[in-house]
Structure formats: C-alpha cells, structure tokens
C-alpha cells in the first residue's frame, strides 16, 4: 500500500487519490456510483477528514468525468483538464469515423445518468506542471480522445497513463477501435509513454498489479506491434 496513494476501484473504471501536505486530490472522479465508491475509501483508509483541494482529469470520457462536477460543487475543488477535451466537459463532444458509437452511448448516458457540465479552473497542456504530489507533468498521449493525457511523476519515475491501454493479465490490450478518435495515434502515444525514463505506470482500467508490472504489460503490447 502506498501511503499517499488511494485506487478506488469500480466494476467500471477506477480512479486515484493523491494525497500530500496541502490535502487530497482525485486523478479522475469514476463513473456510476463514483462519489459512494469514494467515500467508503477514503474512510476505509482514514482520509475522511482530509479537504479534497483538487480534480485533475486524463481526458474527457464520461466514465472519467460523470461526477466532476457534483464533486467540485460539494468539496470546492478546482478541477484541471486538458484543454482539447473541452468539448466532453461542455457535454458537446464530437466523435468521427467508428468512435461514433461512443458518441450515442454518452449522448444517452448523460441525462440518463444526470452528468452536469463544467468549465475546468485551469486548463492543461502538454508539458505543464501541476504542483502536487511532488510533482505532476502532463504527457499528452492523444488518440483515444484528441486531448488524452497523462501525468508523470519524475521524482517516482511514475506514469498515470489513462486509457493509454488497459492492463488485466491475459487480457491486456489498447483500447478497442470505437473507442478511439484516432487509432494511429494511440501506437504513437504507446511509444511516447515508452521513451520516459519510468519504473511503473498505473493505467485507469486495471487490475490490482504494480506499476512496474503494469509497465512490462504495456511494453508487451508495443512489441505485439512490433
């Protein structure tokens, strides 16, 4: 367990709780059922009491972003995004070619589930520096949406990569076509995340593996690609 790290895990997508000095801060806020899963763990772990200062987001699915904004509404937390997602955030995505189906699945999900729109406080791009948990720069690794991204911490080595690909044994694999803008792309992110100097990555779809042998899967799907 690290001590200032929290997965919460859902059926669905998981999501992190970074924790330092100046309090909490979500690396995406999950999908259905997200803010109950949140707070049976921030409790399990004794965080409850902690302030929940920000959100930073990988990108604009809705599986990522459903609860943003009732999170940020209830803790007043800032919230960071990247800024070529903005349409996903305004609740006006555009999706082209096979991603389309997406496209219908959210334009359902989103009244269905009662997802609110929001304006980020600040917006990210590639290179930037948000300062907490010692440090976090955004790696953008478009493909899966146009603004996909991750965040890397260089003191730890560390990659929060997204939907870069997902990560269960066997059954590892990137992300399937209708869930990509750009499937081109996502092989030239793969390679990107690969050239950092890391010692771990923790994807959003995963099992409960270590970072380093999160890493060794995604190097496997690069080399499956060849």
């Not at 989103?110 to 948990?133: A, C, Q």
């Not at 493909?143 to 997204?162: E, M, N, P, V």
């Not at 997902?166 to 590892?172: D, E, G, L, N």
């Amino acid at each position: 367990m690290d001590p200032d790290l929290l997965t919460v895990r859902s059926p669905f997508v998981n999501f992190h709780v970074l924790a330092d000095e100046s309090g909490l801060h979500l690396l995406d806020a999950g999908f259905i059922g997200g803010a109950r899963l949140l707070a049976r763990a921030l409790e399990r772990r004794g965080w409850s009491d902690r302030p929940l200062r920000g959100i930073i987001l990988t990108h604009g699915h809705l599986d990522h972003i459903l609860n943003v904004a009732s999170i940020a509404r209830e803790t007043g937390a800032w919230i960071a995004a990247p800024r070529l997602d903005a349409d996903h955030y305004a609740g006006r995505p555009v999706y082209r070619g096979p991603s389309r189906v997406v496209g219908i699945l959210e334009s359902i999900g989103r009244p269905l589930l009662g997802f609110k729109s929001f304006t980020p406080d600040r917006w990210l791009d590639d290179g930037d520096l948000i300062e907490v948990w010692q440090g976090l720069r955004v790696v953008h690794l478009p493909g899966h949406t146009a603004g996909h991204s991750g965040f890397l911490c260089q003191r730890r080595k560390l990659l929060f990569c997204g939907d870069l690909f997902a990560s269960y044994r066997a059954f590892s694999h990137l992300p399937p076509t209708v869930l990509n803008m750009d499937r081109e792309l996502v092989s030239l992110s793969v390679s990107r995340a690969l050239s950092l100097d890391l010692e771990g990555v923790i994807p959003n779809h995963a099992d409960a593996a270590s970072p380093a042998e999160h890493l060794a899967r995604l190097s496997s799907q690069a080399a499956r690609r060849g």
